[in-house]
Each structure stands twice: as structure tokens, then as C-alpha cells.
């Protein structure tokens, strides 16, 4: 009978198994809690004998500083330069305002606080350098810097944060002062040279007018200059005036290529209109019947109705009340900067006229003045010149006594918006702080090393973890046998009370109970029995469990799929030389390959020869024949158990073939010995053939290898034959 085909379907990437990681944190839970208590109780012991520390806190706040009223220009208070909030936060903590502030303690001259004697001897030995590192600051804008000082003794933490505000302040207005007498120096000397080239101008016109025997310059002289002086200034402000009308027209015209000469026209809706026109005449009608009628009226009732519904409806329509219509209209803001454009253009042109025009009189002018005698002109020169120096020297004057006013201020750029007092409650070691980082430290620490000695150990160590990445029960654990290399050693060891023998028993059983709920009609005849790697003992597995099941009156048979390294024959002391590889040539019929054995239930198929021909097909193809799956159909018929003993997964694939021919997979691990990595590659290929993983058997458990699965059988090792 042929099965069906089975599809190999690849099996999808499985998300991340959260639950393993928690089961290896619970595993590792002693060594995650005692690293944690370890930190807790480092954290504590150093609140507990750490010193305790202070912080005193003063506050500066930056502040803009304008000319006085009476000088500023046109009624305005230009601002001057103002010192930027993170720059000064930063100067707070230089080494020469920290200088500064260990001076003004020492020589006593805080405003804020009076300093005991003690602490000034304390902090004259504190360097600039030492007291900046009690030192912090945060600039909170716009305008405030909070200078924090934190030290075991309060009073200290509260000299140097007063001592630190107070000294920046300082140095700010000191530094504005200077500032201040620089300027006023600067426009002292300034004047002392217009004040000279005043006097020289006097002497110079004095002599030109004895020369031309004058008194003072004519009237024409004085007009020509006046005019002169007149002409340039307003030429001057004409162009400034056609420079400006110039670039508010290239700026209107950009504004004017952004817009479009044209819009879409928008009027009311006059389904709208229409509408509230009607509901209008039906509250009117209503009206006048409610003088008649009463409310209950039908009539009343139908026109209420039909006003219900068109106001309804006028409602709905709300967004429909203004439409577009296909003319288009002229867009006023286009006309509005068309004409704006114009009246530019119209005043720039009449600018443009008013400087040629004062340009024309200017040179008239200056003609009319080269017509004088040249001592005459010399002397209008001189008066031009003699009266922009005293405008400049009036300027120099009201600009010195802005200065001198500044400096007199002595303002800076700072001022103490609030000074530090001495605290009186200690605000570290923080306990709670400290208790929760180190909490946190430690469980990250116990969590890191756990993760490392999870990737570190390469290998499987215990029957829990093996249920994690499995995901199956274990069904026994086996503890290492020593047998000797004889054929009746296996049948020796099952008809004794051993630990390995009673493990076999406890396989059997289990299995028996896994045949009862997955089959209830006992249809679950064929197993595979199989390991990761070669060595962990497959093979004794099989033939102790056949054996087990067989004494107990079962019809067995035990197949030796391992055709090249077939052991199963010179387990049982059989002879092997004519088996399975043989059946499934058609060289040999199954009867004649059926081995009897000490057992009269227990049947063996050895693995049987293969030819040396090179030609000759490998075990993989035997077993994907249909003779194969024929050969299982009728061992299920004649035989109660079929237990199949394959070579390692990861070997060769004939163990993966034959798998999904079978009930149920039994994997065979010796822990220790197979890595992590192997068995989750078994799980991988099983799932790949669609094949079901009924559980792993445990084998090799020894007393020296210390793993924990060990003790619950050594525990009641009165129970057992001691092992040889």
C-alpha cells in the first residue's frame, strides 16, 4: 500500500523564544540575586561610612543695558552688546574668577555673607583649580545661571557659591568700566584734535580777512556757502530716498510675478437662495394658521414637517453656499500691487528729478563761488570747513558725557539676583539613589553574565533545558552502563535490577503512556530511534528498550537501519550478514532475514550487506524506495512494536527519510557531550520532514560528570544493583 506523498515544506523563521531567555534567568537566578544583594550591600555600606556633603546655591541673572534717555537719538534706546547666556556660564567657572572669589573671601570683602575664621584659613589653602571642582552650572534661559558648590562642610559650600556670583559680577563691571574709560579716553583725545583744528581754522580766516581788510565775510560769500552746505545735504538725502523707492519697487514686482492677474469668480448658491426663500414662506404660512388652528392641527403638522426637512436639507448643504462660476474676475491683490508698482515707479521717477535738479543747483552754485576773488573763495572754504568741525566737536561733547555717565554708572552685564545661604540638611550620599543604581547595576550585571555563560557553554547540560529547545518531555534518563563488548552483555543488563536497566523500564513505561494518548486505538506501532552526533549511545538504547518491551510479551522487532556501522547484530550476538539492505535489493526475502534472539517475542533485521560495486545504490536511496515503505506496512502487520535504529541526524540523512515514515521520533542525547546548536539543527530537520518528535532519552548519566539530572537516580541508589 503506498502512502500518500508527503510535501517538504521549509519551516517559517520563528520569532525570538522569550521563554527560554526567562527560563535561563530563573536557572541562573542564585548567582543573578547574590550579585544583586553584593551591590545593595556595597551601595550601603558606602552611604553608610561615605562623608555627607552640602550644596549651597546663588543665582546671577544677565541683563541688557541701554543709553540713558537723555542721549539716545531720536527717542530710541539703542541696546548695546549683550553677553550671551551659555559664554557666561561658562566664565563662571574660569580659573580667574575663581582667583577673584578666593580673594574677596579672604580679604572679607563678601556683601552677602560674614566667613569665620576657620573656613578663611581652610579655603587659603584651596586652589583656584580645587574649588572649581565643587563647582557646577546651569544657565536657564533667557537670562539666569545657577552656580551650585557642593562640600562637606556647608559654610565653605556657601562662601564659594557667594564668593563665585560676586566675583563674576565684578568682573563684569569692572570690565564694563574699563570699557566705558576707553571710550571716554578716546573721545577726550578726539576733541583735543578738533578742538586744534578749531583754533587753527580761527587764525587762518583772522588772517585771510586782514588781508582782504574784512570784518566778516560778505553776505553773498556766506549765502553761496550756505547754499552749498544746503544743496549737498538735501542732494545726499535725495539719493538715499531714490535708492529705497528703487528697491521697494524690485521688491513690489516680485511680489506681483508670485500672483495671478486673474481669480475664478465665487457666488452664492441659488438652490440655497431658493431654499431659505421657501422656508421663509412656509414659517409665514405657519404663522398665520397657528391664529387659527391648534398646534395638533394637521395642516400645522404637515408644514412643520416640510420645515423640518428643507432646514435639513439647507444644513447639509452649508458647504455648497458659495460656488464658482466660469468667468473670472480681476484679482485685487494684483491691482493692488499693480498700482502700488506705479506709484513706486511715479516717485522714483519724481526722486530721480529732484537729484538731477540739486545736482544742477549744486554745480550752479559751486560755479557762482569759483567766480570770487580767490581769497574770497579761500575764505568761504574755510567758514564751510569751520562749521562742520563744530558740529562734529557738539557731537564729540554729548558723546563724552554719555561715557563719563556709563562709567560713573559702573554698571556691568550681571547683577546677584539671589545669593546662598549656609544649608543646614545634607543632600548626599543619596541612600535611595544609591540603593536603586545599585539595584540596577547588580540585575544588569547578574543578567549579563547570565547571558555570557549561556553563549560561553556551547553544550547541553540538563534535562530542563533540552525541554526548552525541544519542547518535548524527557522520557529517561540513562546512567552510563559499562558493558563489555560481548553479545550477552545487553540481555545480562535487562534481566537485572541496575539503574540503567530500571531507566529502560522507565522508558518503556513512559513511552507506553505517549502510545496511549496519541493513539488510543493502538495504531502507533513504528518508532525511529536516533541522535544528534554519533556516540551518545543510540544503538544500546534500542536494543534495551526492544528488549524491555519484548519481555514483557510483546511481539518486537528491532531494525537495524544503520547500514554502515550496523552494531545491533553483535549486541544480540546474532548473525548480520543477511538483513535489511538485502530485503530491499530483492536479494533476500524478509522471512530469511528475521533473526531470532535469546528472546522468543524479540525479532531482529540486521542491517544486512551492501555490494562494494560503485554502482550500487547508497542506503539513502534504498530507504526512499517504495520497497521501504512496504516493508514497514508489513512489519506493523506482523509485529506489535517496530523500533528502527538509524545513524546520527547530522551525519548522513537517512534518519530524515525514514522519519516521516514512522509514528514518532525518540532522540537519544548525552549531555555534556551534544552542543546546543545540534539539537536545535534536529528539531530544524525534523520539522522540516514533518516529522513528530515523541520525546529525548537521556543517556550516559555519570556520577563524575556532576549534571543535575544525576542525583534523582544516585538518590535512591539503595533501590538499584550497584553498577560494576
Known amino acids: 500500500m503506498q502512502q500518500p506523498q508527503r510535501v517538504l515544506v521549509r519551516p517559517e523563521s520563528k520569532p525570538l523564544d522569550w521563554g527560554f531567555y526567562l527560563w535561563v534567568f530563573y536557572r541562573r537566578l542564585p548567582i543573578i540575586l547574590f550579585l544583586t544583594v553584593l551591590a545593595l550591600m556595597g551601595a550601603g555600606i558606602y552611604a553608610y561610612t561615605a562623608p555627607r556633603f552640602y550644596e549651597a546655591v546663588s543665582l546671577v541673572r544677565l541683563r541688557k543695558q541701554a543709553l540713558p534717555p537723555l542721549f539716545a537719538q531720536g527717542g530710541q534706546q539703542p541696546q548695546t552688546d549683550t553677553l550671551d547666556l551659555k559664554t557666561a556660564t561658562q566664565l563662571v567657572t574660569t580659573f580667574l574668577t575663581a582667583q577673584e572669589a578666593l580673594r574677596l573671601i579672604q580679604e572679607q570683602k563678601l556683601t552677602s555673607m560674614r566667613i569665620s575664621a576657620p573656613i578663611r584659613q581652610y579655603l587659603s589653602i584651596l586652589s583656584a583649580q580645587e574649588a572649581l571642582s565643587f563647582v557646577s552650572t546651569i544657565s536657564y534661559e533667557p537670562d539666569l545661571i545657577r552656580i551650585s558648590v557642593r562640600h562637606t562642610l556647608p559654610e565653605v559650600a556657601a562662601a564659594l557659591a557667594n564668593g563665585l556670583a560676586e566675583a563674576f559680577v565684578a568682573r563684569l563691571n569692572r570690565e564694563a568700566r574699563a570699557e566705558a574709560s576707553n571710550e571716554r579716553k578716546f573721545i577726550e583725545q578726539q576733541l583735543r584734535a578738533v578742538r586744534a583744528e578749531l583754533q587753527r581754522l580761527d587764525k587762518e580766516i583772522a588772517a585771510v580777512k586782514q588781508q582782504l581788510n574784512m570784518v566778516d565775510v560778505s553776505e553773498e560769500t556766506r549765502a553761496l556757502v550756505n547754499s552749498i552746505r544746503t544743496y549737498t545735504a538735501e542732494l545726499l538725502m535725495a539719493e538715499t530716498d531714490w535708492r529705497s523707492a528703487m528697491k521697494a519697487r524690485e521688491q513690489l514686482q516680485q511680489l506681483l510675478e508670485r500672483e495671478q492677474p486673474f481669480v475664478p469668480m465665487r457666488k452664492e448658491n441659488p438652490v440655497l437662495a431658493e431654499m431659505e426663500k421657501r422656508l421663509a414662506e412656509l414659517e409665514s404660512q405657519r404663522t398665520q394658521l397657528l391664529q387659527r388652528y391648534l398646534p395638533t392641527h394637521p395642516s400645522i403638522k404637515r408644514i412643520e414637517e416640510q420645515i423640518a426637512a428643507l432646514r435639513q436639507e439647507i444644513a447639509r448643504r452649508q458647504s455648497e453656499r458659495v460656488i464658482e462660476v466660469p468667468d473670472a474676475a480681476l484679482n485685487p491683490r494684483y491691482a493692488s500691487l499693480y498700482q502700488q508698482i506705479l506709484d513706486a515707479e511715479r516717485r522714483r521717477m519724481e526722486l530721480e528729478e529732484r537729484r538731477k535738479a540739486l545736482a544742477t543747483l549744486l554745480q550752479q552754485t559751486q560755479q557762482q563761488l569759483r567766480r570770487f576773488p580767490e581769497q574770497q573763495r579761500r575764505l568761504g572754504d574755510l567758514t564751510r ?340
Do not use: W
Not at 514 to 538: N, P
Not at 688 to 715: C, T
Open 385 to 724: 570747513q569751520l562749521q562742520v568741525l563744530e558740529q562734529a566737536y557738539m557731537s564729540l561733547l554729548s558723546r563724552l558725557q554719555d561715557a563719563q555717565i556709563r562709567e560713573a554708572a559702573k554698571l556691568g552685564n550681571a547683577t546677584i539676583a539671589d545669593v546662598a545661604v549656609v544649608p543646614t540638611k545634607p543632600v548626599g550620599p543619596g541612600i535611595v539613589r544609591l540603593l536603586l543604581l545599585a539595584l540596577l547595576g547588580g540585575l544588569a550585571v547578574g543578567l549579563g553574565l547570565t547571558v555570557l555563560l549561556e553563549f560561553v557553554k556551547t553544550t547541553v547540560t540538563s534535562s530542563d533545558e533540552l525541554k526548552h529547545l525541544l519542547g518535548v518531555p524527557v522520557l529517561a534518563v540513562v546512567p552510563e552502563a559499562r558493558l563489555n563488548p560481548n553479545g550477552e552483555e545487553v540481555l545480562r543488563l535487562m534481566n537485572s535490577r541496575r539503574g540503567s536497566a530500571e531507566a529502560i523500564r522507565t522508558l518503556r513505561s513512559n513511552l507506553r503512556f505517549l502510545i496511549m494518548r496519541h493513539s488510543s486505538d493502538g495504531k502507533m506501532k513504528a518508532f525511529l530511534i536516533t541522535s544528534a552526533v554519533k556516540g551518545e549511545g543510540k544503538s544500546f538504547i534500542s536494543a534495551a528498550l526492544a528488549i524491555a518491551f519484548a519481555q514483557t510479551g510483546k511481539r518486537v522487532v528491532l531494525v537495524d537501519a544503520d547500514m554502515r556501522k550496523p552494531d545491533l547484530h553483535r549486541m544480540l550476538g546474532v548473525d548480520g550478514s543477511v538483513g535489511l539492505a538485502n530485503v530491499l535489493r530483492d536479494t533476500a526475502s524478509l522471512d530469511n532475514a528475521l533473526c531470532d534472539t535469546p528472546i522468543g517475542t524479540l525479532k531482529l533485521l540486521p542491517a544486512g550487506t551492501l555490494p562494494k560495486e560503485s554502482d550500487a545504490a547508497t542506503p539513502a536511496e534504498l530507504f526512499s524506495s517504495e520497497g521501504m515503505q512496504h516493508l514497514l506496512q508489513r512489519l506493523r502487520e506482523q509485529f506489535d512494536l517496530v523500533l528502527i535504529d538509524t545513524p546520527p541526524m547530522l551525519v548522513v540523512s537517512d534518519a530524515s527519510i525514514l522519519a516521516p515514515m514512522t509514528d514518532g521520533v525518540l532522540l537519544v542525547v548525552e549531555l555534556g557531550y551534544v552542543t546546543k546548536t545540534a539539537v536545535q539543527q534536529v528539531k530544524e530537520q525534523l520539522e522540516l520532514a514533518q516529522a513528530k518528535l515523541l520525546g529525548v532519552v537521556i543517556n550516559k548519566a555519570s556520577r563524575k560528570r556532576g549534571y543535575d539530572y544525576y542525583r534523582d537516580y544516585y538518590h535512591y541508589a539503595g533501590y538499584y544493583e550497584r553498577e560494576p
